[in-house]
């Protein structure tokens, strides 16, 4: 592993940001097409130190956007994650931020992880935006950030004009799921990024089973404006435990009928 330029070296090939499918099938590692996506590329690989490694190369639209490292082994997921940091540490040092669920090593051609989801190490490629800082940094402004993938909100180093965080630009993995996505609470892209998803109850702002749209009605009758049109039910999407939210509390103005 490069760190200075960001590749994986395999033997006498060097794979990185400049990689294209053409010079994978050129080369002199046997590869071949991902389980579960074919423009995946993965070679099985003994190391130097005697352990087997899984290599996949993530490509999309003829470009490399990151390269996955898997140990061999059928450890629980959160000893995968820790066997691969230590795995890690030998020849990048310690983490530039870590904890139980997953750590990052930054770099100004990208970032390295490791994250729940398979218990592997993630290379992303060149930043497209100005990379993040990591937790624990010298940031003045903090702002509060969902995870994309449990919901969990937290504070972030990062200003309220970052509406987005991921592996793309540095992003520190969530402390409860381990996974590096995020977006910035109380903005529009919060709503279309999360609370529009299927599954998630608008009212908990949380994933949950038996989530269904239901009709509100205003308390009282609408006014109407010249000009306006008076807004006549709004819809929310809630699980079966926070229905009776609808109706005692409502929201906007808006209430759930009593026999819906």
């Known amino acids: 592993m490069d760190a200075k330029r960001g590749d994986v070296v395999v033997g006498s090939e060097r794979f990185g940001s400049s990689t294209t499918p053409a010079d994978v099938v050129g080369s002199s590692v046997r590869w071949q097409p991902g389980e579960r996506l074919p423009d995946h590329l993965e070679a099985s690989l003994a190391l130097a130190d005697g352990r087997a490694v899984l290599v996949t190369l993530l490509f999309t639209a003829q470009r490399l956007r ?130 529009k998803r299927d599954e998630i109850c608008e009212v908990g702002q949380h994933a949950a089973e038996g989530v269904r749209r239901f009709a509100l009605l205003p308390k009282h009758p609408a006014v109407e404006q010249a000009a306006l049109r008076p807004v006549e039910r709004l819809l929310v999407k809630a699980c079966p435990e926070h229905v009776s939210n609808l109706r005692r509390d409502g929201v906007l103005g808006f209430y759930l009928p009593d026999d819906d």
């Open 66 to 195: 990151g390269v996955a490292l898997e140990l061999a082994g059928d450890a629980h997921p959160l000893e995968g994650d820790r066997s691969h940091i230590l795995w890690l540490a030998e020849s990048l040092g310690p983490p530039h931020f870590g904890h139980a669920r997953g750590a990052t090593w930054s770099y100004p051609w990208g970032s390295v992880y490791v994250f729940r989801g398979g218990s592997r190490v993630m290379f992303t490629g060149a930043r497209a935006r100005v990379p993040l800082p990591v937790r624990g940094g010298d940031a003045v402004e903090h702002t509060r950030f969902r995870c994309l993938s449990c919901g969990e909100v937290t504070l972030l180093p990062y200003s309220s004009g970052v509406l987005e965080a991921g592996m793309d630009r540095g992003a520190v993995p969530c402390e409860a799921c381990g996974w590096p996505s995020w977006v910035q609470v109380g903005t529009m892209t919060e709503y279309q990024r999360w609370s």
